[in-house]
């Protein structure tokens, strides 16, 4: 197993009485792509929110490139190369493609990289290229979602965090959004990545962790998650 650019160690994360997190503790591995599955209100959203600094912990400490990150302020850890693509995608709707992806880009200074940057990202995502100066609130809910994956890796991330990237997806796009994930994984980028499609996660995931009520229940590969009665059938429907 490579070297982890992401540990996260006993996080803890209260909603007023409620306990969110208790004590989880998970790994990404540099270079790989980590899912994380449970049903509705385990904790997965919350987990990436407290790495990203959207929320604050109670307890416990995130660790990125070996850098403890859990006081740093949300741009910060941006700058440092960790992005967020959040569940509901959290675009500028009132804004057009092209200012979105170029505010995906605010802490960059070297404007030919980011250029050239948003062309590789029209290669993975050509509808982007077409809707350039339309406004994102008019796009479909599909083309929102490969805005907001591209906005996030117009940081140049070194992690990504991507929060239920195919919900409300047609099948065809859930296939496009899948393939550009292995695409950026391919890439060197690694993938927190929380998904309700468990399948498809595991399948491209090459370790998993099952988040039940705020702690970690099981974790593996993704080929082991997959071949787990268990998980098969909690979470594949079968």
Do not use: C, W
């Amino acid at each position: 197993m490579s070297e982890s650019i992401l540990s996260i160690k006993d996080l803890q994360v209260n909603y007023g009485a409620i306990e969110a997190l208790r004590g989880i503790s998970l790994e990404v591995p540099d270079k790989q792509v980590v899912a994380l599955i449970g049903a509705n209100g385990a904790g997965k959203t919350t987990t990436l929110r407290a790495v990203s600094r959207m929320l604050r912990p109670v307890a416990g400490s995130v660790t990125f490139q070996g850098e403890e990150i859990s006081r740093l302020q949300p741009h910060e850890i941006v700058a440092r190369g960790l992005a967020h693509a959040p569940e509901g995608r959290g675009i500028f709707l009132n804004l057009t493609v092209q200012e979105n992806l170029e505010l995906g880009a605010f802490l960059r200074t070297d404007k030919d990289g980011v250029a050239e940057d948003m062309e590789k990202f029209f290669g993975l995502f050509p509808i982007l290229k077409e809707r350039l100066h339309q406004v994102a609130g008019t796009l479909s809910g599909g083309e929102q979602q490969m805005l907001a994956v591209a906005r996030a890796l117009m940081s140049r991330p070194k992690l990504l965090l991507l929060d239920e990237p195919s919900l409300g997806l047609a099948p065809q796009v859930v296939e496009r959004i899948f393939q550009v994930l292995r695409d950026v994984s391919a890439q060197g980028v690694a993938l927190l990545l929380v998904e309700q499609n468990a399948h498809k996660a595991l399948q491209i995931a090459h370790r998993a962790y099952v988040l039940e009520t705020g702690e970690v229940v099981m974790q593996g590969t993704g080929q082991e998650l997959l071949d787990s009665p268990e998980v098969r059938k909690a979470y594949l429907g079968e």
